[in-house]
């Protein structure tokens, strides 16, 4: 490969590794480049998953008169639309893969078509691992949702009782916490 391709390359990953940053999910995932033939195992005492490694893949065009006329206002356009597709994909496998994890170890809550309320949420931090800073607070918690759901959650406040429960958990992890 020509130094000038060499360049152009690094300057797309920059560019691509900038717009994965600034995703508010996928900017909190530590990512490590390894190489290997295989997917994800899951096991647990009775149950075992497997998750082949998939492929993401997104298309960008241009027209010939749009490279030789160096339109890159168009090349920049279509390569964020490309990067923007692919991070959807990421999403979309990132949740997948958390599903068959969460459905082996059972570390999960099923409302059932119930609406959303505060007991849920009081369930869900039960089975969470919490980590906690050198506060004791903890570490950046949380709540993936869909919009629906988020508008029936947004405005619902804990009682005193599950204001109290709420500090119970807490509290519990806080001690248990490496």
Do not use: W
């Not at 590794?17 to 096991?43: A, C, W």
């Not at 241009?62 to 339109?71: A, G, V």
């Not at 709540?143 to 804990?158: E, G, W």
Request: charged letters at 35%.
């Amino acid at each position: 490969m020509n130094n000038k391709i060499k360049i152009e390359v690094k300057i797309l990953e920059k560019y691509y590794r900038y717009l994965i940053s600034n995703d508010p999910i996928l900017k909190e995932i530590q990512t490590y480049r390894v190489l290997h033939g295989g997917g994800f195992r899951y096991q647990n005492d009775e149950k075992e998953a497997y998750s082949p490694i998939k492929e993401i893949m997104t298309d960008i065009v241009y027209k010939y008169d749009e490279i030789i006329n160096f339109e890159l206002e168009s090349f920049c356009s279509k390569l964020y639309e490309m990067v923007m597709k692919r991070i959807e994909q990421m999403h979309k496998m990132m949740y997948e893969e958390i599903t068959t994890a969460t459905d082996l170890t059972g570390n999960k809550v099923d409302a059932r078509g119930a609406k959303f309320n505060p007991d849920f949420l009081l369930d869900m931090l039960e089975k969470m691992e919490i980590r906690f800073d050198e506060n004791g607070e903890p570490n950046n918690l949380q709540l993936h949702v869909s919009p629906a759901t988020y508008n029936q959650i947004k405005d619902q406040k804990f009682t005193p009782e599950q204001e109290k429960r709420h500090n119970d958990i807490i509290e519990k992890k806080r001690r248990i916490s490496p």
